[in-house]
């Protein structure tokens, strides 16, 4: 997970992110990894209002906007913001 939240710091596509991990089954790649990341608010969407839609590319979640599930704020990671 913290290998696709690091390669998304820019938008990619799923295939950029299926290519980048090496994996050869979609399905696993959407459930398995890109889901979970969703749903944590880890993991963003482009186009939030199309889920499916071909031109879908995902993002990692500015630091200062995501809670962990226990609560807490995740840590900064080399975010010069300030």
Same mark, same amino acid.
């Given at each position: 997970? &913290?290998?696709?939240?690091q390669?998304?710091? &820019? @938008?990619?596509?799923?295939?950029?992110i %299926?290519q980048? =991990?090496e /994996?050869? $089954?979609?399905?696993? /790649?959407?459930?398995? *990894? /890109?889901?979970? /990341? *969703? &749903?944590?608010?880890? =993991?963003? =969407?482009?186009?939030?209002?199309? @889920?499916?839609? @071909?031109?879908?590319?995902f993002?990692?979640a500015p630091?200062d !906007? #995501? #809670?962990?599930? $226990?609560?807490?704020?995740? @840590? &900064? %990671?080399? !975010?010069d913001n300030?």
């Open positions: 997970a &913290e290998a696709v939240l390669f998304c710091v &820019e @938008p990619k596509s799923r295939a950029e %299926q980048h =991990l /994996l050869k $089954d979609r399905e696993y /790649l959407r459930k398995a *990894i /890109l889901t979970p /990341l *969703i &749903e944590s608010g880890l =993991l963003c =969407l482009t186009l939030p209002d199309k @889920p499916t839609s @071909p031109k879908q590319k993002y990692t630091a !906007n #995501v #809670v962990m599930k $226990d609560g807490k704020a995740r @840590p &900064e %990671q080399g !975010n300030g």
